[in-house]
């Protein structure tokens, strides 16, 4: 990392060099990263399961046709099984990967890179048939799952590090309604009238090369996160013309003072590199109630029952008394669904908040899971039930979508600094995709050992994960990492002293673990008031090396 020891740049010494813009240009940086990015995970979640059948077929007629003899039904869903676990393993991939490419390449290059895969899925899929090869699905899947798990990590990355604090919440957000989005935009696509139909679905699973190109034509044009330019690359001009577009016109001094403070407590602590690698973020013990949280909520947002709700969805719309031929209209319902709830709660996130989104999300998705398995088990006894376990689908995405979904990819971009960023989302992403796989494979015994009783372990996870977010995550609304660092401490002190332990004072604890002194930080005040007093032996910061 380059340390620049200059003073902060004034506005005016970058005021004719930066163009004149506002907050449109973040809105479209916005858009033109997550048509590319997020977005394309969820139509990829999505997509998949208009062609189900007609890509069964095509294994069992391909096999047939090399030796002769077909496959049964068994064999068939283990080849399908593998196709659909193909998605995770290279989301999994992709979170690993995510990592060393934004550190490497920068935010907005390794999201240009990401491309690379989805055209290559694209084309391997397009030709499939042509090939007779059902295996080229299988690592076409792979290749879109590892640009779902880097876009899922390296996008809220860049959207934290390019938004205002004031907007950071509802733009980091804004990766879940592209979510959401992409999958109600892949329901609609794959209905039979378009591109689900049996002669265009290799076309329709190459269909997701075109948010990519959109992407390659518009992403280049907007700039690269100011933070990394200014912290890990140090380059002060390059990030003034960049916070300069972002922000209006000139690049505001205040948070060009926030990044270089930033740069310096970096330097102290880290010194020959900005980017702290997994090892190092898990041997960091003042970054342990941080990590600890994230995990559990990366972890949480897939064990939730969320995506095991979408696989009763078809099954209760048809005991409901939906035709056949519409149930694929009611399963569009639940992807404008999750996406409205998306919409609503970005508009709330920087009024109400990230911790009473996550608790309240996942208190609402344990009250439905209850109503839900009664509902499923007075099914042929009480009448109605059928239409109340519709009313749950819909409750438990709605829930899902107001908290859980957006909020949890905000965490890693608003409680880590630059240096240990990196590698949180690789851990966060990786935990995701993990247990995304566990969901998938688990859950047909479940359902097939517990019955109806199926989603009281989506309650008790969903129960446990409120509860823990409630204890352990402080509100993160409107402060710098440092800020939420330090509140962190607080709670971790004040937990050691209710257990007896010898708890010591956290701004003093902050400073010697290579921190800048709590008095050149905006939270001072915030320390001040929680109760331990001022630490009077606070020396001057120390020089950072160049």
């Known amino acids: 990392m380059i340390v620049n020891e200059d003073p902060v740049p004034q506005a005016e010494n970058y005021k004719e060099k930066c163009p004149n813009g506002s907050f449109g240009t973040l809105a479209l940086t916005v858009c033109s990263a997550a048509i590319g990015g997020t977005f394309q995970y969820g139509y990829n979640l999505s997509i998949i399961n208009a062609p189900t059948n007609y890509i069964q077929t095509f294994i069992n007629e391909t096999y047939q046709e090399r030796w002769g003899i077909g496959l049964n039904v068994s064999q068939v869903t283990v080849i399908w099984s593998l196709i659909v676990s193909a998605f995770s393993l290279g989301g999994l991939a992709g979170a690993l990967l995510a990592g060393p490419m934004a550190v490497r390449c920068g935010r907005k290059q390794s999201l240009l890179i990401n491309n690379t895969f989805m055209f290559v899925s694209s084309l391997l899929v397009v030709t499939s048939r042509a090939a007779k090869s059902f295996e080229m699905i299988v690592v076409a899947r792979f290749l879109v799952g590892v640009n779902s798990g880097v876009s899922m990590n390296i996008q809220p990355m860049y959207f934290g590090e390019s938004a205002p604090k004031h907007l950071r919440g509802a733009v980091t957000f804004s990766s879940a309604v592209f979510t959401a989005f992409g999958i109600f935009m892949g329901q609609v696509i794959g209905l039979t009238e378009l591109l689900g139909s049996e002669p265009l679905w290799p076309y329709l699973l190459a269909s997701n090369a075109l948010p990519g190109f959109l992407q390659l034509l518009t992403l280049p044009w907007f700039p690269e996160s100011p933070r990394y330019l200014l912290i890990d690359r140090g380059d002060h001009q390059a990030c003034a013309l960049a916070l300069g577009r972002l922000r209006g016109g000139r690049p505001p001094v205040g948070e060009m003072e926030e990044m270089l403070e930033e740069q310096k407590a970096l330097a102290v602590s880290a010194g020959r590199s900005s980017a702290k690698t997994i090892w190092e ?152 995709w993990i247990s995304l796989f566990l969901v998938g494979m688990v859950f047909p015994f479940v359902v097939r050992g517990l019955a109806n009783l199926c989603f009281l372990p989506f309650f008790f996870v969903c129960v446990t994960s409120s509860l823990f977010v409630g204890m352990t995550l402080p509100e993160t609304k409107g402060r710098s990492p440092a800020e939420i660092s330090l509140e962190f401490n607080r709670l971790r002190m004040k937990d050691q002293r209710g257990a007896g332990g010898q708890g010591g004072d956290p701004k003093k604890e902050h400073y010697l673990q290579g921190q800048p002194c709590p008095r050149s930080l905006p939270q001072l005040q915030l320390l001040s008031e929680s109760g331990d007093g001022d630490w009077e032996g606070c020396p001057a910061d120390p020089k950072p090396a160049v």
């Not at 939730?304 to 048809?318: E, P, Q």
């Not at 998306?342 to 999300?361: D, T």
């Open 281 to 432: 973020l898990f041997s960091d013990r003042t970054l342990r109630p941080q990590l600890r949280t994230v995990m559990v909520a990366s972890s949480a947002m897939m064990l939730c029952g969320n995506d095991a709700i979408y696989f009763y969805a078809s099954s209760i719309f048809l005991q409901a008394g939906v035709q056949p031929n519409q149930v694929q209209y009611a399963c569009i319902g639940t992807g404008a669904c999750e996406f409205t709830a998306a919409v609503v709660c970005n508009l709330l996130i920087e009024k109400v908040g990230r911790r009473r989104l996550l608790m309240g999300g996942y208190g609402l998705m344990a009250c439905w899971a209850l109503v839900f398995t009664l509902a499923l088990s007075l099914e042929g006894t009480v009448p109605g039930m059928p239409y109340l376990s519709v009313v749950c689908v819909f409750s438990y995405i709605l829930s899902f979508g107001m908290g859980p979904a957006g909020v949890t990819g905000v965490l890693p971009a608003e409680i880590f600094d630059q240096a240990a960023r990196p590698a949180a989302y690789m851990v966060a992403g990786s935990l995701m």
